[in-house]
């Protein structure tokens, strides 16, 4: 894997290319805006405060790679990614969720990706811990009762070991020697573990996450810890003790510090769907509602800080990236102030008939190679003809035209159909290597294509 801070745009580009095909425009800009990042960090102070995200609007219709693009690239710089729908705002009540969430999700996500972190950091203490564990379930130890004298700092008689104690040490060594060579992986243990409490809440009371209180960790301190006993395998033991370990040797109040700066320097949000919250300026009937999202989107765009229960976060440095297909309606029907802060903006190409094909082949997650994959498993080994794919990548362009543009998801729908008996008789299918070539295709979804009626409801 490369240092992302030493990427070039063409560099991050040539990453994304591996599992997106097309949309150079996208990926060129996208690729900028997250360069010119790494760039702000390298200047001085007072600069690096002046230089804010110059956010991202893609248009094009569904399917077309534009999650794909900023969830990529996410990935590839290492950067907490938070996915919304603008819609989202206007389901509940009048106006809908409050838009701050979205902040508090992205830092939450921050959070877990920094305790993963210090979690491997921590594995190989860990490690020791779980088996210690496991050894006191399996050869409790008794406390050795310390003397009177030692209590006033005198010092009393070495107390030699008792003789149960002696065999308990030699035991737990044989144990432990046991439990590294994996023999007692299935042997039953009971075990004391830590049960956490229901959350409490109240009735009539709003969202306390959506105020910046975490209620649960008032309380946390107040109510009483319950323990109980559970009895269980050892492998299944270890994956339980593992995480309370881990917990124990972790500093949060680090983790949090590390986590709020990451979601604040680099943090993406992709607001989807931004073209069905784009009214036309009337002042009554739903576009009220969808003028308030982007009004209350507005001041979260533009930088202000948010209230969290991990603490204050500001937003002048996340990368928006907003999208939607906009064939109903045009960006300029965004507020304008909305419009000013989204200042590129980046018109996707809708997919061809040669693109479905290098879809299904060429992406290292390509649909064909996973579907190989999944069967292989099965000892099945899947083996497609050019002709097969070009059929299939034929047949999905076709559908897209003469129903509803899906775009690339339309590909999932017909491979499914075509593979699915194989699918199904794998595990008793005697002949294991399986050819798929365009007869193939034809026979299992061609009456279909034909019925425009029976496609409309199935592919």
Avoid: C
């Avoid at 960090?41 to 804010?52: A, G, H, M, S």
Wanted: no cysteine.
């Amino acid at each position: 894997m490369h240092d992302f801070d030493t990427l070039t745009p063409r560099q991050i580009v040539a990453e994304l290319d591996k599992y997106i095909i097309g949309q150079k425009d996208a990926k060129k800009a996208v690729a900028i805006a997250i360069r010119n990042r790494i760039r702000r960090q390298r200047l001085p102070e007072n600069w690096r405060k002046e230089v804010i995200p110059k956010n991202i609007l893609l248009i094009g219709p569904t399917g077309v790679g534009k999650t794909e693009i900023a969830r990529r690239l996410a990935q590839l710089s290492g950067s907490p990614f938070l996915k919304v729908e603008a819609t989202k705002f206007t389901e509940v009540g009048y106006v809908g969720k409050n838009v701050d969430s979205m902040i508090r999700d992205l830092v939450e996500i921050a959070v877990n990706m920094v305790k993963q972190e210090k979690i491997k950091e921590v594995e190989p203490k860990v490690k020791g811990l779980v088996e210690e564990r496991i050894l006191d379930a399996l050869v409790p130890v008794k406390k050795q009762s310390v003397p009177f004298a030692n209590i006033f700092g005198f010092q009393g008689i070495q107390q030699q070991e008792q003789p149960e104690e002696h065999d308990a040490k030699r035991r737990r060594a044989e144990l432990r020697e046991k439990l590294a060579n994996g023999e007692l992986e299935d042997m039953e243990i009971e075990i004391d573990i830590e049960v956490n409490q229901p959350g409490v809440g109240f009735v009539g009371m709003p969202d306390m996450e959506d105020m910046g209180i975490d209620f649960s960790q008032i309380l946390g301190n107040i109510l009483p810890k319950q323990r109980k006993k559970r009895r269980m395998k050892i492998s299944e033991a270890r994956r339980i003790l593992t995480p309370i370990e881990s917990e124990k040797l972790i500093d949060m109040d680090e983790v949090i510090q590390k986590a709020l700066s990451l979601a604040q320097e680099r943090g993406i949000i992709f607001i989807d769907e931004l073209d069905k919250v784009a009214g036309g300026g009337q002042s009554h009937g739903p576009d009220v509602s969808r003028q308030g999202v982007q009004r209350d989107l507005l001041p979260i765009v533009e930088g202000t800080t948010i209230s969290t229960k991990y603490g204050p976060v500001r937003t002048d440095f996340i990368l928006f990236i907003g999208a939607g297909a906009f064939h109903m309606s045009k960006p300029t029907d965004l507020i304008p102030e909305l419009q000013g802060r989204f200042p590129i903006r980046v018109e996707l190409e809708p997919l061809k008939e040669e693109d479905f094909v290098r879809i299904l082949t060429e992406p290292e997650n390509a649909l064909i190679k996973q579907y190989k994959a999944l069967l292989y498993t099965e000892g099945v080994e899947l083996e497609f003809t050019e002709d097969a794919i070009k059929e299939i990548a034929r047949i999905s362009f076709k559908l897209n035209e003469k129903m509803e543009n899906i775009g690339a998801r339309r590909l999932y729908t017909v491979v499914e159909k075509v593979l699915e008996d194989i699918m199904f008789d794998a595990p008793e299918v005697e002949e294991k290597k399986i050819l798929v070539d365009s007869e193939f295709v034809n026979k299992k979804i061609g009456s279909i294509v034909q019925d425009e009626n029976m496609a409309a409801y199935i592919l």
